[in-house]
């Protein structure tokens, strides 16, 4: 787990109510800022920084200013059978509209046994994993992905046409964590390349290619030149076919296609958030499945099986110098037993920007220490 040297750590309580309030002083609700504000500590107390307090600024409190995202979400259901439904949020926030919708999933799927909802006009709902977890914690099999605008280039290609698509899964387990598969089908994510623009660190070759397939590894060049279309992200598995990139592309294909055709809502290029050299909101889409364990066997019996398979897996031969073998969650995990007394840890660039929206929000009473 690194941490930035210059970081401050901001208790948790203090962080989730300052993204509350900043969330209401430009416009959303207060019960919708809380639901906003609780998806996006979630990021930070499992770890997940570059979806967390450093994204409130540029991809919430902007957007909102800059009219291309709405704080009011109007969310209507526009289809709907006893277990799907489909919605529309109508550009409002995406963590409200997602909560809601897979909430109507866990409803439907207690009842008949699974349960699907697919959103379309929605806008970045924050870690797609908060929507897997809801699953797991009702004792359900929680599925949920997302497509984004354009900046993975199919395999042999240099164009940016989908998104990074998370496809990710949440299962209950018998331990004290549970199973929870949350990443994107790109080899990395833009999240994860603001992380490294914070830092000033390179990125890895092989991440990011340039218009000629060649890698690129400058970090904060790079996030220019994925809006400009300069450079694209890479499918899981890398470049070509070689490493498997295919299997990338594939999975990043079937998010795009569950997140758009189910719901008749935009896809690729549509979603650049850009028309005649404006910007506009980006009509995001979603889907969220709801599979009810006891539909099939009793929970006690499959949390039980799921923990024996990740605690053989854990438990499995080790490559030489490896120190541990880990299962999908148990970082998350670790990351919050490390932090639940730390805190947020915010690197100096988020600083600024919290200071920033501290100012010209007013919100006085918050005093951080930095």
């Known amino acids: ?55 409130l600024k540029t991809i919430y409190y902007d957007r909102i200013k800059q009219g291309i995202q709405l704080p009011k979400t109007r969310f209507e259901i526009v289809r709907q059978t006893p277990t799907t439904a489909v919605i529309d949020g109508h550009n409002g926030m995406g963590h409200v509209i997602a909560r809601r919708a897979m909430a109507i999933a866990i409803k439907k799927a207690k009842r008949y046994g699974l349960g699907m909802t697919a959103v379309r006009n929605s806008t970045h709902y924050g ?115 070689e490493m498997s990139g295919y299997k990338g592309y594939g999975y990043s294909t079937v998010v795009e296609i569950l997140s758009a055709a189910l719901q008749r809502g935009a896809y690729m290029k549509m979603l650049l958030g850009i028309k005649d050299g404006k910007k506009v909101p980006y009509h995001l889409g979603h889907f ?35 120190g541990k073998i880990y299962t999908a969650g148990e970082k998350e995990y670790l990351a919050w037993q490390y932090r639940r007394n730390r805190g947020v840890p915010l690197n100096r660039e988020t600083q600024l920007e919290v200071l920033a929206m501290r100012a010209e929000l007013g919100l006085k009473k918050y005093k951080f220490p930095f």
């Open 1 to 55: 787990m690194e941490i930035e040297k210059g970081s401050k750590w901001v208790k948790f309580d203090t962080m989730e109510r300052f993204m509350a309030d900043v969330l209401k002083g430009v416009g959303v609700p207060a019960a919708d800022a809380a639901v906003c504000a609780d998806v996006l500590i979630k990021a930070d107390k499992l770890g997940i920084d570059s979806h967390g307090i450093s994204r």
């Open 127 to 241: 870690i797609a994993g908060y929507y897997a977890l809801m699953g797991a914690e009702a004792g359900m099999i929680g599925i949920t992905g997302t497509n984004a605008r354009p900046s993975v280039a199919p395999t042999f290609g240099t164009e940016n046409m989908l998104g990074t698509n998370a496809l990710t899964f949440g299962m209950p387990t018998d331990e004290k964590f549970p199973f929870l598969l949350d990443c994107a089908t790109s080899t990395t994510q833009r999240g994860k390349i603001e992380v490294y623009a914070k830092l000033g660190k390179k990125l890895p070759a092989g991440w990011v290619i340039d218009h000629k397939g060649r890698a690129r590894t400058d970090s904060a060049a790079v996030l220019d030149e994925l809006v400009a279309g300069t450079a694209a992200l890479v499918p899981l598995g890398g470049i070509g076919e």
């Open 288 to 322: 969220f499945l709801a599979i009810n364990v006891e539909a099939f066997t009793t929970l006690r019996s499959f949390k039980k099986i799921t923990g024996d398979i990740l605690r053989g897996l854990r438990a499995s031969k080790k490559m030489p110098g490896a």
